[in-house]
């Protein structure tokens, strides 16, 4: 993945009249061997630092090495288990974290490029007790 300027990205890209922007990031880390509660701390992070709530959210992609991630997350934040992951998640790929988050991560934009635009987001935990989050945008470039 590249993280490039609007300008730059726009010469790169295939489908230039779609813009993808990074909204909010978060990380944070639980008590050893908590992992499930990592996310959700992230994800407020994320959340905060982007100016929206879960409500705001078009997807929502998770690295979820364990089912029970995802059940402590939907609780937590109040996220539909049923809308999250649409197009599979590392539960399915397999779950070295890198090749899989990144993976969810494009699909969480082809998601919202699919859906028409929004705001989505991808949490993963690692290590045992600490979590990223990231809050993507998606929409079409104004002309």
């Given at each position: 993945?590249?993280?490039?300027?609007?300008?730059?990205?726009?010469?790169l890209?295939?489908?230039?009249?779609?813009?993808?922007?990074?909204?909010?990031?978060?990380?944070?880390?639980?008590?050893?061997?908590?992992?499930?509660?990592?996310?959700?701390?992230?994800?407020?992070?994320a959340?905060?630092?982007?100016?929206?709530?879960?409500?705001?959210?078009?997807?929502?992609?998770?690295?979820?090495?364990?089912?029970?991630?995802?059940?402590?997350?939907?609780?937590?934040?109040?996220?539909?288990?049923?809308?999250?992951?649409?197009?599979?998640?590392?539960l399915?790929?397999?779950?070295p974290?890198?090749?899989?988050?990144?993976?969810?991560?494009i699909?969480?934009?082809?998601?919202?490029?699919?859906?028409?635009?929004?705001?989505?987001?991808?949490?993963?935990?690692?290590?045992g007790?600490?979590?990223?989050?990231?809050?993507?945008?998606?929409?079409?470039?104004?002309?």
């Amino acid at each position: 993945m590249i993280v490039a300027s609007s300008e730059v990205a726009k010469t790169l890209s295939a489908r230039p009249e779609i813009r993808i922007r990074i909204r909010g990031f978060g990380q944070y880390r639980t008590d050893l061997a908590m992992m499930p509660e990592a996310p959700v701390g992230a994800t407020r992070v994320a959340l905060n630092n982007a100016g929206i709530s879960i409500g705001d959210l078009t997807a929502i992609k998770s690295h979820n090495p364990f089912v029970v991630n995802d059940i402590v997350f939907a609780k937590a934040t109040g996220a539909n288990l049923e809308t999250m992951n649409n197009y599979g998640s590392s539960l399915i790929w397999g779950h070295p974290q890198g090749p899989t988050g990144m993976r969810a991560m494009i699909e969480l934009i082809e998601e919202l490029v699919i859906t028409g635009g929004g705001l989505g987001l991808f949490q993963g935990c690692a290590a045992g007790d600490s979590a990223m989050a990231a809050v993507i945008q998606v929409d079409e470039r104004p002309a």
